[in-house]
């Protein structure tokens, strides 16, 4: 879990270059946040052996926090990346649909 957190943040605050360019898909950075963050939950939770209740919303708070961090790292230290509040809604549904994916397989 710690090395996939690292990996979302070397992905989120590194340049892309042509990465991804040659997918033409409408929104796709939106599909990455979903994803990264619907993965975060899932595999903090999966990693944690005490798995109850409020350490799984406690999981999703640091996963809607840390995406709303990576934003503003990315607007203030960043010169290729900016900010952008439809990436933390992108962000909060995956986080959410990933509480609950997780909470049904429990």
Known sequence: ALTRTALITWL???????????????????????????GFVFWWGSYMRKKTKRTLIGFWIAAVG???????????????????????LATTIGASVGLWVFSLKK
């Open 12 to 38: 989120s605050l590194g340049s892309t270059g042509s990465m991804g360019q040659s997918i033409p898909m409408p929104h796709k950075d939106k599909v990455v946040h979903f994803c990264f963050y619907f």
């Open 66 to 88: 840390y995406g709303i961090m990576m934003e503003v790292c990315q607007f203030a230290f960043t010169q290729n990346r900016s900010a952008d509040l439809w990436d933390v």
